[in-house]
C-alpha cells in the first residue's frame, strides 16, 4: 500500500523560519508543500520520511529567502494492481459502491465488478442511497454499512485537471482507485 | 521537482505505524501536542484498527523466513503481512493458483501465518475466544516442534 519515493526539490525558505535550527525549518516546507496532496503517477503524499541532503543555501539578488536543494525520501500511499485493501462503505448508488479509507476517499467499484449476480434495492432510510445484494444459492447477502469491506484493487488511475467544471459537480479527484469485489474471500468481511 | 527514484521500496502497514509512532502519533489526547499533521492521523486512526497493530519487526522477520519455502512473490507476501488471512478463503485472491502452486501446502501456510503473526484486534472480538483455547495448545505443540528441529 506504502511505497518511499525519492525526490529531489529546489526550496525557498522564507526569511521568517530563519530562526529555526535548518532541518526542522526545511522539513517543515516540505511538509507544507507535499503533505496530503497527490503526485501524479506516485500517488498520495502521507508524509516526510528523511532528509538525504541539503544542498546550497545561496542567496539570490533581490530576494531575502535562501534557496536549497533538498533531496528526501516521501511515503506515498499508491495501492499496487492486485492489492487487497480493507476499506469501510462510504456511499452507495445505483452506478456502484463508494469506499473510504479514512484518508482517501476515491475508491470506487462500479457495478460490473461486484459479486455476480447481485441486485439493488432502495434503501428505506436513506432516501437517495440503495443497498447492493448478493444473491448466492438462494441466500441473500446484503451489503450494509456495518462492517469492513474488503476488495482488490484493479486499476489506479490519475485524471487530468479540468480547466472548467460545471458548478455543483462532485470536487475533483486527483486519485482514482477502481476496486472489485468478484472473487472468493472479497467482500464484507463478515461474509466470509 | 524532480523524481530521483519512484520507487525507493515498499513499505509493509506495520512499518508505516512504526514510523508515524516514533514520531509520537498516539489514541489518547496527547496527539494535539505530537508534532504530526491531521492527515497523518488519519493513516495512523487506519493502520491502528488493521492487522498492523500488534505486529513486531521480530514477527515479520520470522514470517519472511518462513515463507521463503513457497516461493511466493514479493507482493503476496506484502499483502499476506498487511492482510493477515485466517482461513483458505482468505487467501485465495492474494495467491495466484493457489491450489496449482500450493495444494496441500495452503493450510501449512495458514497455520504458520496464524502462529506468527498476532490476530488484529477486530478478528480477536468476534467470538475467536472459542477457539484461542486451541490455538494455544497448537502454540505450544509448534513451538516445540520447531525447537526439537532447530536440535
Known amino acids: 500500500m506504502f511505497f518511499l519515493s525519492l525526490i529531489e526539490h529546489t526550496l525557498r525558505l522564507p526569511p521568517h523560519l530563519l530562526d529555526l535550527p535548518l532541518n526542522e525549518a526545511i522539513k517543515g516546507e516540505l511538509e507544507s508543500l507535499f503533505l496530503d496532496k497527490v503526485i501524479a503517477n506516485l500517488g498520495l503524499c502521507i508524509s516526510v520520511y528523511d532528509i538525504r541532503s541539503i544542498d546550497g543555501g545561496f542567496v539570490f539578488p533581490g530576494d531575502g529567502a535562501s534557496t536549497y536543494t ?5 511515503v506515498m500511499f499508491r495501492p499496487f494492481v492486485g492489492e487487497i485493501i480493507t476499506a469501510k462503505l ?18 470506487y467499484i462500479p457495478v460490473h465488478l461486484m459479486p455476480n449476480p447481485c441486485h439493488c434495492e432502495p434503501d428505506p432510510e436513506n432516501k437517495s442511497q440503495v443497498i447492493w445484494i448478493w444473491d448466492y444459492q438462494e441466500q441473500k447477502f446484503p451489503i450494509d454499512g456495518l462492517d469492513e469491506i474488503r476488495f482488490q484493487v484493479q486499476s489506479v488511475s490519475y485524471p487530468p485537471i479540468p480547466v472548467e467544471q460545471p458548478k455543483e459537480s462532485k470536487p475533483f479527484a486527483p486519485m482514482m482507485i477502481m476496486g472489485s469485489l468478484d ?4 467482500g464484507p468481511v463478515s461474509w466470509w | 521537482m524532480k523524481i530521483k527514484k ?3 521500496g515498499a513499505l509493509t502497514n506495520f512499518e508505516v505505524l512504526d514510523f508515524l509512532r516514533s514520531r509520537g502519533a498516539a489514541k489518547d ?15 495512523y486512526d487506519y493502520l491502528v484498527e488493521s492487522a498492523a497493530c500488534n505486529q513486531t519487526r521480530e514477527s515479520i522477520n520470522e514470517l519472511l523466513d518462513k515463507c521463503k519455502k513457497y516461493d511466493l512473490a514479493k507482493a503476496e507476501i506484502l499483502n499476506i503481512i498487511n492482510i493477515r488471512p485466517a482461513s483458505p478463503v482468505e487467501i485465495d485472491p492474494i495467491i495466484e ?17 496464524t502462529t506468527v ?3 488484529p484486534p477486530t ?9 484461542a483455547g486451541d490455538e494455544e495448545i497448537a502454540d505450544g505443540e509448534q513451538t516445540a516442534t520447531a525447537m526439537a528441529t532447530e536440535n
Do not use: C, H, W
Open chain 1, 70 to 74: 533538498v533531496e528526501f525520501r516521501l
Open chain 1, 90 to 107: 462510504k456511499e452507495s448508488d445505483a452506478n456502484g459502491l463508494q469506499l473510504s479509507l479514512g484518508f482517501f476517499d476515491d475508491i
Open chain 1, 183 to 186: 472473487y472468493d474471500g472479497l
Open chain 2, 6 to 8: 519512484a520507487n525507493a
Open chain 2, 29 to 43: 489526547p496527547t496527539r494535539v501536542i505530537a508534532p504530526i499533521a491531521a492527515s497523518e492521523f488519519k493513516v
Open chain 2, 97 to 113: 493458483e493457489s491450489e496449482k502452486r500450493m495444494g496441500e501446502g495452503i493450510e501449512d501456510l495458514i497455520e504458520m501465518v
Open chain 2, 117 to 119: 503473526l498476532p490476530p
Open chain 2, 123 to 131: 478478528q480477536m472480538n468476534t467470538g475467536e475466544e472459542v477457539v
